[in-house]
């Protein structure tokens, strides 16, 4: 394989769990960034020359934490310099080719009362999970230099004020696990917007993040809101073989062939979603899983019950309100019959805040559209179509636009 490939796939593949094993030995997030980083550039000018080692991910382990242990040799003045310098040389013989998975550590690290509430899930998406500052941004709907700030200083809190790299006590772990869960949430979104599966890291998010959601159900099985997430992706992930045609067509939900969606994966997300809801304590995860198990629920029936939808929305928007619960409950509204309504209820969003949200606009000319406001649902679909990333989706729209239909559009 090709030096350059090579490393590209070993970062995609480890970028979280090394980051995670290195947070937590260093105690600094950013140094553990900052060490990787020159691990990672390492590769590129030694493995042109001495080819690429037989362990990858291990090469790139060793020559981190030597590259920590030279920083802090550095700054040998500090008190706890010695004994930072025993926990990075710990187990570091380069013969050594596994390390644990502390990524589910640092999520709770990430979450920490003492880190600023605004920072500790992009933090999680970036540190944890390896996203990148403009993709955390875009998502949390705010600047890639506002993001950037947020992340610097949340990774000076957690050097400055010490906080420890270990899972919290029992009786902490509930005031930090919707911040966890968010970011495993946010994590799968950026995985499953690949359609076409194009990008191999998003793919292994994908992976990854339902491998965590799992996580948090074994550390905390009495949570239900826990197994309303992973209630939640499987429900998604189930549909992933019908989000695209034979031809590579994006197809919308409302038009998926329900035969290729995946049924183990489905009843198994019921299971979930069921040992969730026996707790008692609605959720917001358990409120966005039950949204999409009456959507599964055309694959026995035939069947969608929009009007049900609309009330579970109802519900979320009171447990947690967002943009995105907002546009799941107008789309919802339409498909009741009712698009005036619908349009009013997205209309009356800050249109500072959905300015780039192409979600939004989509929604919006599909609504126009509907009521025969022919000009403005056209401005509405070009608004979509330069805000839309995935070509698929672009075609998708452009069809909409110019064929005039009235389908569902784009989610």
Known sequence: ?????????????????????????????????????????????????????????????????????????????????????????????????????????????????AIDPAARTPLMLQAALGLDAAR?????????????????????????????????????????????????????????????????RRADLVEETIWLARLAVELLPDEPEAKGLLALLLHCEARRPARRGADGRFVPLSEQDVRLWRRPMMAEAERWLAAASAAGHIGRYQLEAAIQSAHAERARSGQVDWAAIVHLYDGLAIVAPSVGALLGR?????????????????????????????????????????????????????????LTEDPAVRDFLLDRMTTGSNGAPAR
């Open 330 to 386: 107008a789309a919802a509204l339409a498909q009741t019959g009712d698009p005036q309504a619908a349009l009013a209820a997205i209309d009356a969003v800050s249109q500072e805040v959905v300015a780039t949200h192409q979600p939004f606009w989509a929604l919006r000319a599909h609504l126009l559209r509907r009521l025969g406001r022919t000009d403005e649902a056209m401005l509405a679909y070009e608004r979509a179509i330069g």
């Open 1 to 113: 394989m090709d030096a350059r490939r090579a490393a590209e796939a070993a970062a995609r593949a480890s970028y979280g769990r090394l980051i995670a094993y290195l947070s937590a030995r260093c105690r600094d997030v950013a140094a553990a960034e900052d060490a990787l980083g020159d691990a990672l550039r390492a590769a590129l000018e030694t493995w042109p020359r001495d080819g690429v080692p037989a362990r990858p991910e291990a090469w790139l382990l060793t020559t981190a934490r030597r590259r920590l242990i030279d920083r802090m040799r550095r700054e040998q003045a500090r008190d706890a310099a010695a004994e930072t310098l025993r926990l990075i040389a710990e187990q570091a013989s380069p013969e050594r080719d596994r390390f644990p998975d502390d990524r589910l550590k640092l999520l709770f690290v990430c979450a920490h009362p």
């Open 136 to 200: 955390i941004a875009s998502a949390f709907l705010v600047s890639p230099a506002t993001m950037g700030q947020r992340l610097v200083r949340a990774k000076a809190k957690i050097r400055d004020a010490a906080i420890p790299f270990e899972v919290p006590e029992p009786a902490e772990l509930g005031g930090r696990l919707a911040a966890v869960l968010e970011a495993i949430y946010a994590a799968y979104g950026a995985g499953w917007e690949d359609v076409a599966g194009a990008d191999p």
